[in-house]
């Protein structure tokens, strides 16, 4: 069990209380009820594990997902024009003649994300992204 500890108050809260569905609810519940009956008795030790390797991973699944996809919207959000291929540098334009013109990022950011305004809320920066994904994996080494 060992550091699974430290990600089981946090699968406890995407159990219980973000994203509620009725197998998260059950597991959830059946967490609280192993973490009782662990501590009023130490043998039952052994029924804990399971429910805190099964809510560690939702926890750590969540971060993950939750990182990843702040990852992937700053890098969509780079303004990288994929369809340039000159090496020269680019002519002087208009403001009208850009605002008319859509560019290829924000086709793509449309195509993966229609609600961007909700999620990029609960978005990470990126280096803070970067970050929590590399403590999670290194917590996951040893």
Same mark, same amino acid.
């Given at each position: 069990?060992?550091?699974?500890?430290?990600?089981?108050?946090?699968?406890?809260?995407?159990? *219980?209380?973000?994203?509620?569905?009725?197998?998260?609810?059950?597991?959830?519940?059946?967490?609280?009820?192993?973490?009782?009956?662990?501590?009023?008795?130490?043998?039952?030790?052994?029924?804990?594990?399971?429910?805190?390797?099964? =809510?560690?991973?939702?926890?750590?699944?969540?971060?993950?997902?939750?990182?990843?996809?702040?990852?992937?919207?700053?890098? =969509?959000?780079?303004?990288? %024009?994929?369809? %340039?291929?000159?090496?020269?540098?680019?002519?002087?334009?208009?403001?009208?003649?850009?605002?008319?013109?859509?560019?290829?990022?924000?086709?793509?950011?449309?195509?993966?994300?229609?609600?961007?305004? +909700?999620? +990029?809320?609960?978005?990470?920066?990126?280096?803070?992204?970067?970050?929590?994904?590399?403590?999670?994996?290194?917590? *996951?080494?040893?």
């Amino acid at each position: 069990m060992g550091y699974l500890v430290l990600f089981l108050p946090l699968g406890y809260y995407f159990c *219980l209380i973000e994203d509620v569905t009725h197998g998260k609810l059950f597991i959830g519940i059946y967490g609280v009820l192993a973490t009782y009956f662990s501590c009023v008795m130490i043998r039952l030790m052994l029924t804990l594990a399971p429910a805190v390797c099964i =809510i560690a991973a939702i926890a750590i699944n969540e971060i993950l997902e939750k990182s990843g996809a702040s990852i992937r919207q700053s890098i =969509i959000s780079q303004s990288w %024009d994929v369809t %340039d291929t000159s090496v020269e540098p680019k002519e002087i334009v208009s403001q009208k003649a850009v605002k008319k013109e859509k560019k290829p990022q924000e086709k793509l950011r449309k195509a993966v994300d229609p609600n961007e305004e +909700k999620s +990029k809320s609960k978005l990470l920066p990126l280096f803070a992204a970067v970050a929590v994904m590399l403590i999670v994996f290194s917590l *996951l080494q040893h």
